[in-house]
């Protein structure tokens, strides 16, 4: 069954999180929304099958006392990829990474959320400079988000590492006790049969 976690955070205030999540488990995030703002998320996914992930957008909808979910953005089957929603209305967002099987995900992701984007209003209205200085900025948060995540990957892989090693030094261990314990049956059997033939009547 899967679990999901509601954690309540001023998400507006983080550069970039990493979280983990256990295989064929969900965990969410909420924040405010606000009228024409534009809401980006980028990410990547670290570990076991990094395709075999759900990453959603959504907000609560009450109709007729029955509340469920709206999808706002998803994407699923990726490593790597950018949720972009525009807000209409306040409103509380969720944001959830899921992974789709068994195995133990690191997802790690930026929450931009910013006024309204050019792109969505008028984009012969896009200043020059500034959006010069956009990419500018977008691109030494790119390096910055790169290293933050390869350190998220080394992490990880070392964490593997020492689970394999303590897997292999037990799998190792209980080889010797049961080849020890082969061995003491075996000479306990060649004991009592040279003691029978010792101590057995002669012809």
Known sequence: MKNLFIIGCL?????????????????????????????????????????????????????????????????????????????????EIYLCFQSNDSYYKIFSFDLDISGVDKNFADKNQMDETEGSLKQVLSKMHKVYR????????????EKLMESTENQVKWCALCKIVVLMSVCLIQIYMLTNFFKDKSFGPSV
């Open 11 to 91: 998400l507006q205030l983080i550069n970039c999180v990493s979280i983990g999540v256990e295989g064929g488990s969900v965990k969410c995030f909420f924040f405010d929304g606000y009228d024409g703002q534009i809401v980006k998320v980028p990410y990547v996914v670290t570990g076991i099958n990094e395709e075999n992930v759900f990453v959603e957008l959504f907000e609560t909808i009450l109709e007729n006392n029955i509340e469920y979910n709206k999808t706002l953005e998803s994407q699923e089957g990726k490593r790597e990829g950018q949720l972009k929603h525009l807000v209409k209305g306040k409103k």
């Open 146 to 157: 790169n290293q933050h995540f390869q350190i998220d990957r080394e992490n990880y892989h």
